[in-house]
């Protein structure tokens, strides 16, 4: 079946140090893959995504490259900031419109 | 768009009550999603539909929980004789190929927290 696997947590970073997240995935053929973000007290909430290989996705700093060869879409930034610190999911679907599967979410603490 | 709403935000039950949580999607988004989250895990597809037609159900869905979408708009999930291992917090999510292009991001709302005692 299809699985996801992220690194666990916490990651705790000091303000403006290089975030990397890494993800990994297990799925037949082109699965979507997708970053989820989730703030203290609120919903998941998307972050980014790619729908095939090389696609990299990009959205308030942070960045993944959806990697067919390793099977990974792991999360980058350059300069984290107190406000990033959150829980971090990576997910993959398999056909548009069809279920997600997410990875065990890794949390980050960024301390200014 | 006022996103997705759930309701209630929290629900406190003692084992062996039912309860029913209720998700409304985003209006005219066709396909709507429950998962489950547990505290430090992933949240795990429970079941969706399109429009009023459930198309898909986990095996995570024992017989004991129940989902509807009778007129394709709203959607509850009802779990019966609720068990210490039902406490968890509920995602609803939404989402359609019409307003979101072809891949059909799902739009998570708030989610219900269940505590059984």
């Known amino acids: 079946g299809n699985s996801v696997t992220q690194m666990e947590g916490p990651v705790t970073l000091s303000e403006e140090a290089f975030l990397t997240i890494n993800c990994t995935y297990t799925a037949t053929g082109y699965p979507s893959l997708f970053w989820y973000v989730q703030y203290p007290g609120e919903g998941l909430q998307l972050l980014l995504k790619?729908?095939?290989?090389?696609d990299k996705g990009s959205n308030k700093g942070f960045e993944a490259t959806y990697r067919k060869e390793t099977t990974s879409f792991h999360l980058e930034k350059g300069s984290v900031q107190v406000s990033d610190s959150a829980v971090y999911f990576c997910?993959?679907?398999?056909?548009?419109?069809?279920?997600?599967?997410f990875g065990g979410g890794t949390r980050l603490m960024v301390k200014p | 768009d006022t996103g997705v709403s759930q309701n209630p935000r929290h629900k406190i039950t003692k084992r062996g009550q039912n309860v029913t949580f209720r998700c409304d999607p985003i209006?005219?988004?066709?396909?709507l999603y429950w998962y489950r989250q547990t505290l430090g895990q992933g949240p795990e597809f429970l079941t969706y539909f399109q429009n009023e037609a459930q198309l898909e159900k986990s095996r995570l869905l024992s017989d004991r929980f129940s989902a509807e979408r009778p007129k394709g708009s709203f959607s509850t999930l009802e779990i019966q004789r609720t068990e210490q291992g039902d406490s968890a917090m509920y995602l609803c999510?939404?989402?359609?190929?019409?307003?979101?292009?072809?891949?059909?991001?799902?739009?998570f709302g708030p989610g219900t927290r269940l505590t059984v005692t």
């Open positions: 790619a729908t095939k290989a090389d």
């Open positions: 209006s005219e988004h066709n396909r």
């Open positions: 997910a993959l679907r398999k056909d548009a419109g069809n279920m997600l599967t």
């Open positions: 999510a939404s989402s359609s190929k019409k307003l979101t292009g072809p891949t059909y991001e799902q739009y």
